[in-house]
């Protein structure tokens, strides 16, 4: 189902099967996470764990389950057949292509390389949901309306998640935690300070006590 994510259909005039499990796309969309969290791991941002993590699976699941819920009321409007599952299922393994293309560009930083991945991992996973959509859906119009809103969606998220997403979570970052300070480094400053003044009024009290 991986590799069917990635090869477009060419039949279209009869409605193409959609895998009616979760499972897949859900694994998709942490593995997704899981590839964000690396890459900002990988820059020179210094970040609370739980924030960051927070920030990722709300990015990726709110993506997932808002553009699915979208795309299905719009289906819903042009008369396309498709359910609620099966747009998830579609639109969670459109997400193969996003995740290769981030996993390659953040271990490789060459903008060309991400803008060739862009045009053919990605635009091969969108091209597959364009066209199951399309084998779905009755009269022009609607179809037009329908898949260029997904493609449109769908080809701008991996935009935002390799230009975007690391500036704007650290925006919110710093409006959260104020600026990125090491963790806990005027506490390890301040430790030897009071431990020297503990002993010395220790001192001072048995020398009194004497």
């Keep these: 189902r991986l590799l069917e994510s990635m090869i477009p259909v ?13 499972y897949g796309p859900l ?6 996470v899981a590839i964000l969290l690396h890459g900002m791991k990988t820059s020179d941002t210094i970040i609370r764990e739980g924030t960051l993590m927070g920030t990722a699976i709300g990015t990726c699941f709110g993506y997932w389950l808002g553009v699915s819920s979208f795309i299905y009321f719009l289906a819903y409007l042009c008369n396309a057949q498709i359910t609620m599952v099966q747009m998830l299922s579609l ?15 953040y271990n490789i ?32 119009t609607q179809r ?7 493609a449109a969606l769908h080809m701008l998220f991996l935009l935002y998640l390799h230009f975007a997403y690391h500036k704007v979570v650290e925006g919110i970052l710093d409006t959260l935690e104020g600026p990125n300070i090491p963790p806990f480094q005027r506490v390890a400053r301040d430790i030897p300070v009071v431990s020297n ?10 020398a009194l006590t004497l």
């Design 144 to 150: 037009l309306i329908l898949c260029g809103t997904l």
């Design 27 to 32: 694994m998709l969309v942490f593995t997704l």
């Design 197 to 206: 003044a503990v002993l010395n009024t220790t001192a001072k009290a048995v």
């Design 91 to 105: 639109l969670g393994y459109g997400l193969f292509g996003h995740c290769i293309t981030l996993f390659v560009t």
């Design 109 to 140: 930083h060459f903008h060309s390389l991400f803008y060739i991945f862009w045009l053919v991992v990605g635009g091969l996973s969108t091209l597959r949901m364009v066209a199951v959509l399309v084998s779905r859906t009755v009269g022009h």
């Design 10 to 22: 060419k039949m279209i005039n009869f409605p193409q099967k959609i895998a009616g499990e979760l």
